[in-house]
């Protein structure tokens, strides 16, 4: 009895060797988000993460979305314990490699064969001096909503995965009708910088972006247009109305009044979660982003991309890769498209994931596919200096408070003498 005793302690005690062994060699990573809590698809990317890794432990800081910019901003500068980190904006991304806090990838991505192919371009357009400093994880294109029943009110052909700039236009003002309450807008166009400026760099395709800090005519396409559709077709909100209303393109185009707007790929989960709310009734539908006929690509769109990175001073960077990694990759684009988050990755089976939610647009599939993705922004020194003045410019030229070439010579002029070019 003693015998079988003293073996069921030596069992016991293996076993709590075991198990302390398992814990203490566990490594342990601090990863910063924004809104963790309200983001279930973080929640099972890191569930999963763990079950396939189990000598790995994440460990969460949760940022609100507001403050997340300042908060990392502090929390590297401070020398805080933190391993890998979501990068919300590419302002922030260049920021943050001027201060040398991200780890370059390269060495990791060679070693392990890491396929930059799969993702449409934007690994091309994150590189800084031939360096990756993140990987992206999702990413929102540019595309064109419509409301199908005020087109066939109109009598007036649906857009299309091929449609022009021009057409657009046309399209917009055929569709425009009534005054006062009874008015339906053809598009509406949020009054952000990026709906003129993303026109300018996607007849550019990339050659020339709003990080050149140089020469900005460019813009000249986008700003044409759409003054024309304000001030000629009256077929748009006119840009101090939106402002001063505080419109919103999400309640303009649930309101049923609007017959196109040009917004990002996370629109798409807030119509049909409104729609299952019973917020909106609308009959909706998606396109790709409309081009210009000069385009040697016009399957093109403008994108805002969200890379994972690792911290320059983490003692951890292997586990931090592997986790990197995994966020970046088919396995971990499925588990975001499964919550409605458009994934950097956009294989067929990750779209076939995507475009099977309840509510999503019937043969609408394609509309989220671009054989090239473009950036803004892309990573530049003093991109937030430069984003700033463009935006001001860009007021006033909505306004007509300057003309389209006063304020392009104003956006190089004061570009020039911020940065002492």
């Keep these: 009895m003693k015998k079988n005793s003293f073996f069921s302690c030596i069992f016991i005690f ?6 302390t062994f398992s814990v203490s060699a566990q490594t342990t990573i601090k990863v910063a988000l ?9 929640h099972e990317l890191i569930k999963t993460f763990e079950k396939n890794n189990p000598d790995i432990k994440i460990d969460v800081i949760d940022v609100t979305s507001q403050d997340y910019g300042d908060k990392l901003t502090v929390m590297l500068s401070g ?11 590419m302002p922030g991304y260049s920021n943050f490699i001027e201060m040398n806090r991200l780890e370059p990838l390269n060495k990791y991505m060679e070693r392990d064969n890491f396929d930059t192919s799969v993702y449409s371009g934007l690994m091309k357009e994150i590189k800084v001096n031939d360096k990756y400093y993140g990987i992206p994880y999702r990413t929102d294109n540019w595309i064109l909503f419509y409301n199908k029943d005020i087109f066939d009110q109109a009598g007036v052909e649906y857009p299309t995965n091929d449609m022009t700039w021009t057409e657009f236009r046309e399209k917009a003002a055929a569709l425009t009708s009534g005054s ?70 999400r309640t303009q185009f649930e309101s049923g009044r609007v017959g196109m707007m040009y917004i990002g790929t996370w629109t798409i989960g807030a119509l049909i979660s409104d729609h299952k709310a019973g917020r909106h009734d609308v009959n909706w539908g998606i396109v ?55 994934p950097a990755v956009k294989t067929k089976d990750v779209l076939d994931v995507y475009t099977s939610a309840d509510g999503f647009p019937e043969n609408a599939a394609a509309a989220l596919e671009a054989k090239k993705l473009l950036l803004e922004f892309p990573p530049a020194p003093n991109a937030g200096v430069m984003s700033s003045i463009i935006q001001e410019e860009h007021e006033l030229i909505m306004l007509k408070e300057e003309t389209i070439q006063e304020g392009i010579d104003n956006i190089e002029r004061r570009i020039n003498q911020e940065l002492n070019w």
Excluded: C
């Excluded at 314990?81 to 904006?89: E, I, Q, R």
């Design 14 to 19: 293996s076993i709590l060797l075991l198990v």
């Design 34 to 42: 924004w809104d963790y809590e309200m983001s279930p698809e973080y």
């Design 79 to 89: 020398g805080e314990d933190l391993d890998v980190f979501a990068v919300k904006d």
């Design 180 to 249: 006062g309450s009874d008015k339906i807008y053809g598009a509406f166009l949020q009054p952000w910088m990026s709906l003129a400026t993303n026109l300018g760099v996607l007849k550019q395709e990339g050659k020339i972006t709003l990080a050149n800090g140089e020469n900005y005519d460019f813009l000249r396409p986008g700003y044409e247009l759409y003054l024309k559709m304000q001030y000629e077709d009256k077929s748009v909100m006119s840009y101090g109305e939106a402002t001063t209303s505080s419109a919103h393109y």
């Design 288 to 342: 790709k982003s409309p081009h210009w006929t000069s385009m040697k690509e016009p399957d093109t769109a403008v994108a805002i991309v969200t890379p994972l990175a690792i911290n320059a001073n983490s003692d951890k960077k292997e586990a931090s890769w592997k986790f990197v990694k995994f966020a970046g990759s088919e396995a971990g684009a499925k588990i975001f498209a499964k919550h409605g988050v458009l």
